[in-house]
């Protein structure tokens, strides 16, 4: 399909499907900056806060996973100085459903 598509066209859908992305990394930024102001007592550098993310969304999609970080670290470390890493892991929603069904029998 993008073969078949004009120069121009082609930089259309660059630019519309790079402002997709943007949204995205500014909406998911902004819910987890959200729990991180609102669930923080004593933060410390020494103590980040452990942010895991998992998905195939967010891990693949072109750049989104670098953008949210990014302004994650603009939201939380410099204007409220919160900081965090950001932890990636594969099948954590199946780990955690795991180890809470373990837990509540």
Do not use: W
């Not at 806060?49 to 693949?60: D, F, N, R, W």
């Not at 950001?86 to 795991?98: L, R, V």
């Amino acid at each position: 399909l993008v073969e078949e598509m004009t120069e121009e066209e082609q930089k259309s859908l660059h630019y519309v499907l790079n402002l997709i992305i943007e949204r995205d990394a500014n909406l998911c930024a902004s819910l987890i900056g959200a729990c991180c102001i609102k669930n923080t007592y004593n933060n410390a550098k020494e103590c980040p806060i452990a942010i895991a993310i998992e998905g195939s969304t967010i891990l693949k999609t072109y750049q989104l996973h670098s953008k949210i970080e990014q302004k994650l670290k603009f939201d939380l470390t410099k204007k409220h100085n919160i900081y965090f890493e950001i932890i990636t892991m594969e099948n954590a929603t199946f780990i955690g459903s795991a180890i809470l069904s373990l837990l509540h029998r």
